[in-house]
């Protein structure tokens, strides 16, 4: 993952003044890459130790080496295709301005949900889905609707699955799960408290719990054995988890065509769940 994005994520835990400096990067990569030390502190109004303690804080040993780093994040940096735009939507804009807005942000989203995950974390948690004895899927509101999405899909490979959106019924079934099993819970806040308790309960019984979250420090990725994270643009108000729930979906199709990809008998799977509904679809219109 890009220092950028790093840097961006952590914007809200950070103290004030790292805050100020972290802040000003990510606005002003470009402007940054052309100030020495002491030209960044005087431009944000912070001492020239402050930005050098900020740089070794996100692992850098010199602020030389976090200006490479940014530098490298702009030359890698993922740019939304012409014609989008991205940015939080305002009251005033257009219709075409908020379409713009709105599929910027959904594929920016994506693609930094992407990169935040490595490849290495994604086949581990392939490989606990794959070996689980029952998959327990968990969430509440717009992340209980991926899970139960995740869960049909997962259901069509013939796994063991639970899901219920009722999150009394959630923690019911949790409290059956043991070793051999996996907790799989979304949260893109982290302290979402019915997800958080379900996860509690599930460590306790000595089950796996991989949590899909966001890029920051939380109740629920401090339980989680295994995290995958999510990076939405949700910085403002906003009227719905739009962007968070496509970069959950984003994270659960990949591992559900990986698992297809995995399971030998799968495409039989598949076909058997897509004959059994052509029955009904046949039946409807006749």
């Known amino acids: 993952m890009s220092v950028l994005n790093r840097i961006n994520v952590k914007l809200e835990g950070m103290a004030p003044g790292d805050r100020e400096i972290g802040r000003y990067i990510v606005d002003n990569p470009d402007q940054m890459l052309r100030l020495s030390t002491a030209a960044l502190a005087a431009e944000i109004g912070r001492s020239q130790s402050s930005v050098v303690k900020f740089s070794q804080k996100l692992g850098y040993a010199s602020y ?20 989008m735009i991205h940015g939080s939507i305002e009251v005033g804009d257009s219709y075409q301005v908020i379409l713009k807005k709105l599929i910027g942000s959904k594929l920016l989203s994506m693609q930094r949900t992407a990169e935040a995950n490595s490849e290495r974390i994604i086949s581990r948690t392939l ?59 979304l949260s893109y806040s982290g302290a979402s408290i019915e997800t958080l308790r379900i996860a509690e309960l599930a460590r306790k019984r000595g089950t796996m719990v991989i949590a899909v979250t966001g890029l920051h420090d939380n109740p629920l990725s401090r339980v989680a054995d295994i995290c995958l994270y999510t990076i939405a643009d949700e910085e403002r108000a906003r009227s719905s988890s739009i962007t968070a729930r496509d970069a959950q979906l984003t994270l659960t199709d990949l591992l559900f065509i990986l698992l297809v990809q995995k399971q030998p008998d799968a495409n039989e799977y598949v076909h058997n769940s897509e004959v059994a509904v052509s029955v009904l679809k046949a039946e409807r219109s006749s």
């Open 64 to 83: 030389q080496e976090l200006k490479l780093a940014v530098s490298e994040a702009k030359a890698q940096e993922w740019q939304v295709p012409a014609g």
């Open 127 to 185: 490989e606990l889905l794959d070996k689980a004895r029952r998959i327990h899927l968990v969430g509440v509101g717009a992340s209980s609707l991926v899970a139960r999405d995740f869960s049909y899909k997962l259901m069509k490979l013939g796994r063991n699955v639970l899901h219920d959106s009722d999150s009394h019924i959630q923690m019911a079934n949790v409290s059956t799960l043991g070793p051999g099993d996996v907790l799989f819970a």
